[in-house]
């Protein structure tokens, strides 16, 4: 099984050669699903993410923000935190499971709670394994099982956010529909596409390095898909 930085998906994009844009890329669940799980990414992973992969510190205020944290020393922080928790964040998903391509690597927690070792005298719980009990004045790192509900394990089956079997029409500026004859003829109305000739349909692989510069270009442009697979910057 592919790991989540080999994970590639693929993508069918309709390209009008003339202004050299992406017009609407043809997509399936998979990469529905990292779009959507974008959402989900915190920003300290976010900031993370784009200084690796520019290997340099991040323009701008939250990069200044990023390289303090890690320059402070751990014994400014709480017992019950850590630099990393702030550095390397692990924001739970609404998903059942993390989509094929995550771009933190599918570090989303799984649900666990924690009490102290005195618990049956009280009934305090917590979901950071740090915390400490306000009965008992010890850390609460006795560990608790999470049994899920029967709706819960029955829609595990599939995982991620949208449905499957279902084909997506991702636009440049990342808006994702359900695709349909009548919705691609409306497309080419709404761009005003009159040499049909000039149209390309173009099949490309989507993975990790793709995810990267998808994410950087959401922030600035517009025109995503075209300054990802184009080369354009879209301003």
């Known amino acids: 099984m592919a790991t989540h930085s080999e994970a590639k998906v693929t993508l069918k994009l309709l390209i009008d050669t003339k202004s050299q844009k992406v017009l609407f890329a043809e997509a399936e669940k998979d990469f529905v699903d990292f779009l959507f799980n974008l959402l989900h990414l915190p920003v300290g992973t976010v900031v993370r993410l784009l200084t690796e ?23 400014y922080f709480l017992p019950n935190q ?30 666990r ?5 005195y618990s049956s005298s009280h009934r305090y719980i917590a979901d950071n394994a740090h915390a400490v009990c306000p009965h008992c004045n010890v850390q609460m790192n ?18 991620g956010f949208v449905k499957g079997m279902v084909t997506y029409m991702v636009m440049d500026d990342l808006v994702v529909t359900p695709i349909s004859t009548i919705s691609s003829i409306t497309m080419l109305n709404k761009f005003n596409v009159k040499d049909v000739g000039a149209l390309e349909e173009r099949v490309v692989d989507f993975g990790m390095p793709e995810g990267l510069k998808l994410w950087k270009a959401s922030l600035h442009t517009e025109k995503v898909l075209t300054s990802v697979f184009l080369g354009n910057k879209g301003d």
Do not use: H, W
Not at 53 to 75: C, D, H, R
Not at 87 to 109: E, I, N, R
Not at 142 to 159: F, H, L, S
């Open 53 to 75: 992969q520019s290997q340099q510190t991040m323009v701008g205020a939250l990069g200044k923000l990023y390289e303090s944290i890690q320059n402070l020393s751990e014994t």
């Open 82 to 111: 850590t630099k990393d928790s702030v550095l390397k964040p692990k924001a739970p998903l609404s998903a059942t499971q993390v989509p094929l391509l995550s771009l933190d690597g599918g570090t989303s927690f799984a649900k």
């Open 113 to 117: 709670y924690y009490s102290c070792s």
């Open 142 to 159: 006795r560990e608790y099982q999470y049994v899920a509900a029967a709706n819960e394990v029955a829609a595990a089956g599939e995982g």
